[in-house]
Every structure is written in C-alpha cells, then in structure tokens.
C-alpha cells in the first residue's frame, strides 16, 4: 500500500474475445485509505499507458460499481481508461473485472489522482452530478450503464494531483 492507496488484481480465467484480442477476468480490488478522496485511473487495454491527460474525449459511460452504490467511468478516446472514484476509508471490488490485452501482457500501471476534470475545469464528480442517472443497460448486468456523454465539440480529460503511480499484476488467485 503506497499513501494509504492499494489496486490489486487476481486473474480467474481467460474468456473468449475476438483474435487477437484476450480478455481476462480477474479480480480488481482498489483500496483508500488515505484520510482524502481519490480517482484510481485503469487503461482500458493492459498494453497501454495509463491516461494523464487526453485532448480527444469521444464519449464518457458512468456505470454503477455496486448494488451498494458508487460509480465509474469508461472514458472513450486512444487511449481508453477507467476512472474509479473511491471515498475515504472505502475500497471498490469487482469480482469479475474483465482485463483486456492485445498481448501476453499481465500488468499494467494504476494512477491514484485526487482530481480528474474535464475542458480544463470541471471535476468529474462535479459533471456526474449535473448529469441525469437511469438505468440504460440490461438490469441483468453486474455493472448496469447509468449515463452516456458524446460531446459535440473537443473535449478533454486531466488526470491532476497525482499521487502515485504503480504497477498491478494479474496474479492467480
């Protein structure tokens, strides 16, 4: 634990996905317990770097992360991320991540941030807040989609205040 902040992953299985991409799914713990908020900042794809700062947003999901509550976003651009909003003193689970990879690769590098913004001055939550929250997805899914941004002029993602940056490696369980 760097800062009061931990992510760790345990691999399950591999899943089939379309050649020559492979998905594994895996454990994804996110830990805070720091005495502040943070953002913990995943690549969408193992093969790519962990986003800091993006000047082509194309969309933003906000997914639900738990029947107990909370959220999560999937930002939409090259290179994708998720972002993980995580209280004080509180940790996220997902028991069945699915980790993407165009490769053999088994890792990947986590940012923990205090702020992410969008167009320079909004915080994420902050957005998030303004925006309608439904259910759009399948009730069925583990992770139900709660909202979808497709911004019609440039937009764009800052990772700020980072904390620390380390690397996750899907081990198994």
Same mark, same amino acid.
């Given at each position: 634990?760097?800062?009061?902040?931990?992510? #760790?992953a345990a691999?399950?299985?591999?899943?089939?996905?379309k050649?020559?991409?492979? =998905?594994l799914?895996?454990?994804?713990?996110?830990?805070?317990?720091?005495?502040?908020?943070a953002?913990?900042?995943?690549?969408?794809?193992?093969? &790519?770097?962990?986003?800091? %700062?993006?000047?082509?947003?194309?969309?933003? &999901? =906000?997914?639900?992360?738990?029947?107990?509550? $909370? +959220?999560y976003?999937? +930002? /939409?651009? /090259?290179?994708?991320?998720?972002?993980?909003p995580? &209280?004080? $003193?509180?940790?996220? #689970?997902?028991?069945?991540?699915?980790?993407m990879?165009?490769?053999?690769?088994? &890792?990947?590098?986590?940012r923990?941030?205090?702020? =992410? @913004?969008?167009?320079?001055? !909004?915080?994420?939550? %902050?957005?998030?807040?303004? %925006?309608?929250?439904?259910?759009?997805?399948?009730?069925?899914?583990? /992770?139900?989609?709660?909202? #979808?941004w497709?911004p019609?002029?440039?937009?764009?993602?800052? !990772?700020?205040? @980072?904390?620390?940056?380390?690397?996750?490696?899907?081990?198994r369980?």
């Amino acid at each position: 634990m760097t800062n009061g902040l931990n992510a #760790t992953a345990a691999f399950a299985y591999e899943a089939p996905g379309k050649p020559p991409m492979r =998905v594994l799914v895996g454990e994804l713990r996110l830990t805070n317990a720091s005495p502040e908020a943070a953002y913990f900042v995943l690549p969408y794809f193992l093969d &790519e770097p962990a986003l800091e %700062q993006s000047d082509r947003v194309e969309a933003v &999901e =906000v997914f639900k992360a738990s029947s107990r509550g $909370g +959220i999560y976003f999937a +930002i /939409h651009r /090259h290179p994708a991320c998720y972002v993980f909003p995580v &209280e004080p $003193g509180a940790s996220l #689970t997902f028991p069945s991540w699915r980790f993407m990879t165009w490769s053999d690769k088994l &890792e990947c590098s986590v940012r923990a941030a205090r702020s =992410v @913004v969008l167009n320079g001055s !909004v915080p994420l939550l %902050q957005w998030v807040s303004e %925006q309608k929250l439904e259910d759009l997805g399948d009730p069925s899914d583990e /992770h139900p989609l709660l909202a #979808t941004w497709e911004p019609e002029e440039k937009a764009s993602l800052s !990772v700020r205040d @980072v904390i620390v940056e380390f690397p996750i490696r899907l081990s198994r369980a």
